[in-house]
């Protein structure tokens, strides 16, 4: 009789498994190692059942796998129904199916399929995959009918290449090999090409057959994609692109040992590119060899998995392995092995001959522990090829398929199970495919109305269109809108479907049991857009707008500003079609920019169009104001549409950037980092104050009180710190009604004296510490985040919007030993008297003592002390500056405005002279001319 265990969690555990069935695996007496694992937070509402990490549909049955153990092929679980606390619940029971076998067979010798817990006669062994013949050169070949049914990637033309030594001319011996995939779209071609034994490689060459050079391509670091090159050949004449599809470009990787080419391949089209998800790079393996036969070869090594049954078709790819004096029909072996662990797994041996050494086989009745080792990254594959003058192996481990693609999905309602939803919600997910088969993914989620109660990985069911196939819950991960972790027991059928954009991310809340947002995992091409490996993209939704806009169109954003102050953007928007009530109607997005600051409120920079659900490009000669905005994070990248000309989506952006300052000092080396645009929302560190995200290190002038107060974030915290006055150094002073202290008229003890007692309204300083505007002759304590008011310092607006910040001048101290009675005081005192105590605790940068000869800096130049100079103000008008004359002294710079003199009545005419302030009499002119044309004699 057979033994049940009945399970009720999501997460299960087999106590027992008869001793019949574990000694199978174990042996005797002992019991598989799996232990029950307490329940963790679970999607709501999903009916079937939760098992060891996956999920399965009532009256599903499958045999349950250990990581140690492999798939146990003599165990058998179902989901049943069952009612728990009035709800409809799953229920796993697992039993020994090994008495169910039959006792008596009608054959000899039967034996134990791969997989299988029964023996089986041989002749129901054989492959039920109907076989079908090929003639090619007037030979006979079998191959699966599946091979033509699988269905690949519809974006664009694929091709590839295998590039080695022996295809440069002259030969190179090299143990280097490489690999290229090629994706043609339009008029652009991205490549990804994965190498091996190469020291550092410099630059991608693409030729023509005459050797003429079309393209070159500098090798750079790309994070996460060791030995990998990444690039984007754009804008392909018509004669290039019909040498692509005609097998006429090479592609060569230049070292710096080998400038002229180390190794080299032919672009060609390959049938097996468009399917292929998983490969093997092939390299010679000369370690431990006596002749170093085949070096100078490679190979390729391209897999896709059959969705219709437990076949894989691979095709195999040779270069350099054979002499060129050699007969082109002669008849070569090759013995290729499939091998996990130096096991043998699988093996075949073809015969391929010189003139084209390809072929394509299949790989029959995969077994589930074979598909799970291919999936993990535990497969390599070795090839051993029998020439006359010796053989020749090659091997490579086989991976996932490695592109430069990005893989990402945008979650709207507009793709929501079913039906539709327009609540102005949002999602983004980055995925990763690592080379031992784990799906990484991030996912954030922004503008739901309700909370979240699942949030699932799923892929097509294979049996009913109208039902979903749930991979993975990503509820165990979820937290406050975000999603972090790891699908890590795919099988070789979900890589494979999610290479093939069939993989989807599912939301469902409790307004939206079923769905609320969803979006299908595809890939996007590679364009040379840095952002892209740097975190999440710019979340865009309706709900960022005040008031929300409810719509099912969502989106996100890659954007950055290069060392060269250029603008680089790539917005996708899902649902476009449909945006707005107009259902059916194709809608022309624009993706463009929206500047939020209160003087330029709704103000837009036109980007592009979206061609589908893509809008790219690349913005130069923006304008300082702009840039300005990019950097405070005052600027949104927003989407437009007819039914929506004010915005359908939105995100808030920042672009950390230098442009149009560099002239202060430091600010030329900072602008050389690309700068990469984030979301504040998405920074952990940022801070949430009066309704609205600010930047961790930022600071601002709060809406509660502009003029007097001044807030900063720093690491999750609003400090705001009220404006600190400096003492006035006049009998009269002015309150100013745009600043929060009052300052003394121009005309009172000022060094830059025109007589004016009234505020000069038309020049002042902007200060970025305090994000405040000060006018001229005002002065203040500067603002220097994360300390706040530095009191022991002193800045002022001088004419022409400049301003000069210095330490306070201290009183000087008549007594031996001057004390500062608290830590962070200025200046030092004399103390009451002899034993009062020091303190020690000095902070030379904020306090004001001891000053000699020190230089003034202005704008960030520096002047020494006793320099004198004429301020030069970008954009100040000439009569303004021509009178202005500054001098440093300690440390102060001290501007005055000349004063002319009334010229003498007997001056009949006057004349202006260039760069002098004051106009001169004509007479006087004429009197120096002459004396210095005496002076010349």
């Not at 990581?67 to 606390?85: H, I, T």
């Not at 939020?596 to 490009?617: C, M, P, R, S």
């Not at 609205?692 to 107060?709: L, N, R, V």
């Not at 710079?893 to 760069?915: F, H, M, N, W, Y």
Request: charged share 25%; proline share 5%; hydrophobic share 30%.
């Amino acid at each position: 009789m057979a033994s049940t265990a009945t399970f009720s969690h999501v997460k299960f555990a087999i106590p027992l498994i008869l001793a019949v069935c574990v000694n199978l695996v174990i042996g005797r007496g002992a019991a598989p190692p799996i232990k029950a694992d307490e329940d963790p937070k679970l999607s709501k509402g999903l009916q079937g059942c939760w098992f060891d990490g996956n999920f399965y549909d009532f009256h599903e049955k499958w045999n349950p796998e250990l990581e140690s153990f492999g798939v146990m092929a003599c165990v058998e679980c179902s989901c049943l129904m069952a009612v728990k606390k009035g709800q409809l619940k799953g229920r796993v029971t697992c039993r020994n199916i090994k008495n169910d076998c039959p006792q008596e067979l009608p054959c000899e010798n039967p034996y134990t399929p791969e997989d299988e817990c029964c023996k089986i006669c041989p002749a129901q062994g054989s492959n039920t995959t109907e076989v079908i013949e090929v003639v090619k050169d007037g030979k006979k070949t079998e191959t699966s009918s599946d091979v033509e049914m699988s269905v690949g990637r519809t974006v664009g033309k694929e091709f590839m290449a295998v590039l080695t030594g022996s295809q440069v001319a002259p030969r190179v011996d090299t143990e280097g090999a490489a690999r290229g995939h090629f994706l043609l779209v339009d008029n652009d071609v991205q490549f990804s090409i994965h190498y091996s034994g190469l020291r550092r490689a410099s630059k991608i060459i693409f030729r023509d057959v005459l050797n003429n050079t079309l393209y070159e391509h500098d090798i750079h670091k790309i994070p996460d994609r060791k030995n990998m090159v990444c690039g984007h050949w754009r804008n392909l004449p018509r004669t290039h692109k019909r040498y692509l599809e005609s097998g006429m470009i090479l592609v060569t990787i230049t070292t710096r040992a080998h400038k002229e080419g180390e190794i080299r391949g032919r672009i060609i089209s390959h049938r097996a590119t468009s399917t292929e998800t998983f490969s093997s790079l092939l390299v010679p393996q000369l370690k431990g060899r006596k002749h170093t036969t085949g070096i100078g070869s490679g190979g390729a090594v391209m897999m896709s998995v059959n969705e219709r049954g437990r076949n894989i078709d691979y095709a195999v790819v040779l270069e350099g392995l054979f002499a060129n004096d050699i007969d082109r029909e002669t008849e070569v072996k090759v013995s290729i092995e499939f091998l996990r662990r130096s096991n043998v797994i699988y093996e075949k041996v073809v015969t391929i001959q010189p003139k084209d050494a390809t072929f394509i086989e299949v790989w029959q009745r995969v077994s589930k522990n074979q598909q799970r080792w291919l999936a993990r990254g535990q497969v390599s594959v070795s090839l051993k090829i029998s020439l006359p003058n010796g053989k020749i192996i090659m091997a490579g481990d086989v991976t996932p398929l490695r592109t430069c693609s990005q893989l990402h999905a945008v979650l709207s309602g507009n793709q929501a199970w079913k039906k539709s939803t327009s609540t102005g919600a949002t999602g983004s997910v980055i995925v990763t495919l690592t080379d031992s088969g784990v799906i990484e993914y991030s996912v954030r989620v922004i503008g739901l109305r309700s909370p979240v109660i699942g949030l699932t990985l799923e892929a097509p069911h294979p049996k009913r269109s109208n039902k979903r196939k749930i991979l993975d819950d990503l509820m165990r991960f979820y937290n406050n809108g975000w999603a972090h972790g790891a699908y890590d027991k795919p099988s070789a059928i979900d890589i494979h479907n999610l290479l093939m954009d069939k993989l989807t991310i599912n939301v469902a809340t409790e307004e939206y049991p079923s769905s609320e947002l969803r979006g299908q995992i595809t890939s996007l091409i590679y364009n040379g857009h840095l952002a892209r490996h740097q975190g999440m993209p710019i979340p865009m939704a309706g709900a960022n707008f005040v008031p929300r806009l409810s719509t099912s169109t969502a989106g996100h954003a890659w954007m950055s500003i290069d060392r060269d102050c250029a603008l680089h953007y790539e917005v996708i928007a899902e649902g476009l079609d449909n945006a707005g009530d107009n259902k059916g109607v194709q809608l022309n997005g624009i993706a463009e920019i929206v500047i939020t600051d209160d003087g330029f409120e709704g103000v837009k920079t036109v980007l592009n169009t979206f061609d589908g659900n893509l809008a790219k490009g690349t913005l130069s000669d923006l304008s300082q104001e702009l840039l300005d905005y990019l950097n405070e994070g005052k600027a949104f990248i927003q989407v437009s549409t007819k039914t929506n000309p004010d915005g359908e989506i939105r995100g808030q952006v920042t672009l950390p950037n230098v442009c149009g300052h560099n002239t202060a000092v430091g600010l030329k080396e900072l602008n050389k980092i690309h700068s990469i645009g984030f979301n504040v929302e998405a920074d952990p560190r940022s801070c949430y104050f009066e309704n609205k995200y600010h930047a961790d290190g930022s600071s601002w002038s709060p809406e509660f009180d502009k003029k007097c107060t001044t807030c900063r974030c720093t690491r999750r915290a609003t400090i705001c710190d009220p404006v600190i006055c400096p003492p006035l150094n006049c009998s009269s002073p002015v309150d100013d009604p745009d600043t929060c202290c009052p300052m003394c008229p121009l005309g009172d003890h000022q060094p830059h004296n025109t007589g004016k007692t009234e505020l000069d309204k038309s020049e002042g300083c902007y200060f970025d510490g305090d994000k405040k505007f000060h006018s001229v002759g005002s002065t203040w304590h500067p603002y220097v985040p994360p300390f706040g008011y530095v009191e022991c310092a002193l800045c002022k607006c001088l004419p022409g919007n400049v301003y000069n910040c210095s330490k306070i001048r201290c009183p000087e101290v008549n007594c031996p030993n001057p004390i500062r009675l608290n830590a962070m005081d200025c200046c030092q005192t004399c103390p009451d008297s002899e034993d009062e105590e020091i303190s020690e605790v000095i902070i030379s940068d904020m306090q004001a003592d001891e000053r000699n000869d020190e230089p003034c800096y202005i704008n960030g130049l520096q002047y020494e002390h006793g320099e004198e100079w004429k301020p030069e103000v970008e954009g100040a008008a000439e009569e303004t500056m021509k009178c202005l004359m500054c001098k440093c002294e300690n440390g102060i710079a001290e501007c005055e405005r000349q004063t002319c003199q009334d010229l003498p009545t007997s001056c009949k005419k006057t004349i202006d002279v260039p760069g002098e302030c004051c106009p001169k009499c004509a007479d006087d002119m004429e009197d120096e001319k002459a004396e210095y044309l005496s002076d010349r004699t």
